[in-house]
C-alpha cells in the first residue's frame, strides 16, 4: 500500500486516458505498490488463478485469503476438485455464499479433466465454455498464468474506467458494458500483460475505491476526467435503489437427544441449491404437524425462537426457527439421501448461511 509521502505519478510521464497510455504509469506504481504477496499469486496456474477469481467475485480480498487457502489445501489441483464431492465442496464454500459459484466450479473442473484431459483451455472461448465463466474471469486467467493479452472487466476496473474517461450510463446496460470492454480492449498493452491485469485491479481495490479514491495518490490521476471534474464518486452510474420484497418462512430446527439436527438437502437450482438447510415450512404453518411428517414423530416440545432477517440479493427472508425435541434416533429418515442427522464437527456438509449460525448458536 501507498503512504500520504508516495504521491509519485509513475515516474511523470506523460498520461492519457485514450491510446494506451495508462499502462505504464500503472506498471510502474503496480511495480512499488501493487500487492506481490497474495496466496493465489504464488505458484501461479491456471487453476489457481481460476478459483481465485471466481471466490474474488462479490467478495472482498481479506474474506477470500483464508478460503482460498483451505481450498487448495483440500483440492489442491484440478483432478482433486473434478473427483470431490459435492457436499465437501459446498463445504469449504459456507459462508462464502453465491452457491451456484461452487457448483459451477465443481462442473467446470469435470469439464477440464474429462474433455481436456485435466488441461485448462488456452483460448477465450474454450474457457467461456466452461461452466461459470464469463468473459473477464477467462481474460485474467488467460493474462495472469499465461501472459496473453486479453482484458479483464471485473467491478474493480469497471469503476476504474468509468471514472478514468467519465462514462455516465449505467454498467449494468449493455451499451455502456459494450462501451466499456472497448476501452479495457484498447488500454490492454502487449506486453506485461499478467502485470497490468494485476495492477489495474490492485488500483481499483486499494486506490479508487467506491467510496474514497485516494486521487492524490494515483498513477492515472493526470489522465483522470473524474477526478478533473472534482467528482470521482458519481462514477460508475448507480442502479436506482429498489425495494426489495420482504418473505417469510419457518424453519425447523429438529433435534434428537443424541444432539443432532435434522438437516434437509436444498434442490438445485434454487436459493441455497446443493446446501443443507433446516426443513422449511410455510411462516404460519403448525411445526408440530410438520416435525411429525418429516421426522416420523411427534415433538416432545416445540418452541418458536426469534425471528431473524437474512437477506439475499433480490428479497429479504425472515425466517422464525422453531425448535423441536424428538426422541432418540429415528431411522427412516437416515435412508432417504435428502435428510440426513448432522451432528456438529462430526462432517463436512456445505450449510446455508443462517443454518450455520443458529447451529453455531445452539451447539
Ligand atoms: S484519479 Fe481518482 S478517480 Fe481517477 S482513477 Fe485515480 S483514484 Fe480513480
Redesign the pocket.
Known sequence: MTSSADTDQGGGMPVTASGGGIAAPLLAWFDRHGRHDLPWQQDITPYRVWISEIMLQQTQVSTVIPYFERFMARFPDVAALANAHEDDVLHHWTGLGYYARARNLLRAARRVQEEHGGEFPRTLEGLCALPGIGRSTAGAVLAIAGGTRAPILDGNVK??LT??HAIEGDPTQSATLSALWDLADTLTPAERCADYTQAIMD??AT???RSR???P?????EA?V??AEGT?TR?PARKRSRRLPERRCGMLVIRNDAGEFLLEKRPSPGIWGGLWSFPEIGADDDAASACEYIAGEAPLTVQRGTPFRHTFSHFHLDITPVHLAVPGLIGHVLEDQRLAWYKPGQRALGLAAPVKKLIDALS
Do not use: F, I, N
Open positions: 469503476r476504474v471514472r478514468l488500483l481499483g486506490l479508487c475505491t479514491p485516494a486521487c495518490l494515483c498513477p492515472l490521476a483522470c473524474a477526478r470521482p462514477y
